[in-house]
Each structure stands twice: as C-alpha cells, then as structure tokens.
C-alpha cells in the first residue's frame, strides 16, 4: 500500500527559533501534498495544498510567511514553522495523494511540535 | 465547513457490531462518501468510501441509502483496537482534493 512517512515525529524547541518537518511518500509520486494542524480535542485543520514544484495554497487565517512549505520533489514536502511560538504547538500532519486511481490521500503519521 | 453530521460519541462492547451513522444530506452527485478513522496521536488511517453502492472491505462495510443523503460504516466485529474517532467525509470524484474534517464520532469499544 502507499506510505507516508513524517520527520521528526516529536520536537521540542525553544520560542523563537525554527522548525522543520518533512512529509515523505515512499512508494509513491505524490504530486499533491496537504498539510493539516490538530490541537488537543480537535479536528484536523487544513493548513495548505502544495503541488509538486508550485507554491503552496493556503487556507484562510494561515500565515505563509509563517509556515514555509516547499514541495521541490515527487517525494518530498517540508512545512517549516519559522519564529515559532508556544501557541504553535501542535500536532501536524502531512497527507499525500498522486496516481492512484481514486486520487485518495494517504496519510502521515504525524509530528508533535512542542515550543516552550 | 464539514457537509457532514456525526454523533459526537458511540460505545460498542467488544465483539459485537459497531455501526456509525454519517448525515450528508447536501451531498453532490459527483461526491464520494470517505471514512477515516484516527487512533490517538496517529494519523488518519483510510478506511472505506463509495458512490452510492454498498461497499465492503476487510476492515468494515459501507451502507449508503439509495437517496445518498446519509451512510453508515459497519465494523461487523469490533475489538478494543477499533477505539477511535471516526470521521465520514464527503469529496468530489475528480482531482486530489482537500478533505474537511468535521468532529467525527469517538468510539469506544469495551471489554
């Protein structure tokens, strides 16, 4: 089946510094790459769709200076959280999808972003 | 927002049937009906969709009313494994398009 593996699974940093994350699909061309944020006791919330070697679309109230995703590669998409602050905390998700006949999205296991 | 309405908690005992209920009454004729459901702190796993006919797969079945406006996911035999929170979607046919997840259904399946 297709796998989508994310980099790291937990971070702790420090307020103030940056932090990236990468969303890697391992056994497939993902030409579109989504990015979801989840705070405690909530749903999963659609940060941006990124399509291979475009710029990133942004949900509304999402900052793109903010929250930089790069998606240069088929396999590859990273989401960096610049000057991050504690209520950045969160748990992201990266979700892929590409070629598959019902153009399904699979999903990431998830990083916890902890910003003290 | 969700175009779908999920109740907000289930209980199952272990090894009986668990069947979710999901409203989609605005559901276009071009949309999939989606299952996902989310084990703690993991990430979303895929676990059926379909149009408008009755689908089943090794994890669960799919039961669609014929005038689509609402579906039920059927896990035939739950386990404590099966404790999650579901989450039934609605998405067009064509092109990798965004899913919007509403607040899904937290199953609990007890011993």
């Known amino acids: 089946g297709a796998v989508v593996s994310q980099h790291p699974s937990r971070v702790i940093c420090k307020s103030g510094t940056s932090v990236k994350i990468e969303c890697r699909s391992l056994?497939?061309?993902?030409?579109?790459m989504f990015w979801y944020r989840q705070f405690p006791k909530q749903s999963l919330m659609l940060m941006a769709t990124?399509?291979?070697?475009?710029?990133?679309?942004?949900e509304q109230g999402v900052e793109k200076d903010k929250f930089l995703i790069n998606h240069a590669s088929l396999t590859l998409s990273t989401l960096t959280v610049t000057s991050a602050h504690p209520e950045d905390s969160s748990f992201y998700i990266c979700?892929?999808?590409?070629?598959?006949?019902?153009?399904?999205?699979?999903f990431g296991p998830g990083t916890r972003l902890t910003v003290l | 927002d969700a175009k779908t309405t999920q109740p907000p908690s289930m209980d199952c005992a272990e090894g009986r049937a668990a069947n979710l209920p999901c409203n989609h009454s605005?559901?276009?004729?071009?949309?999939?009906v989606y299952w996902y459901r989310q084990i703690h702190s993991q990430g979303p796993q895929y676990i059926i969709h379909?149009?408008?006919n009755n689908e089943t797969n090794e994890m669960a079945s799919l039961i669609i009313t014929e005038d689509r406006k609402s579906s039920t996911l059927i896990l035939p035999h739950a386990t404590l494994r099966d404790t999650a929170v579901y989450y039934c979607?609605?998405?067009?046919?064509?092109?990798?398009?965004?899913?919007?997840f509403g607040q899904g259904t937290r199953l609990t399946i007890n011993p």
């Open positions: 979700s892929a999808s590409g070629g598959h006949t019902y153009n399904e999205q699979f």
């Open positions: 056994d497939f061309q993902a030409t579109t």
């Open positions: 990124s399509n291979e070697g475009s710029k990133a679309t942004y």
């Open positions: 605005t559901i276009s004729g071009n949309e999939y």
């Open positions: 379909g149009l408008k």
């Open positions: 979607i609605v998405r067009p046919i064509q092109g990798a398009q965004k899913l919007v």
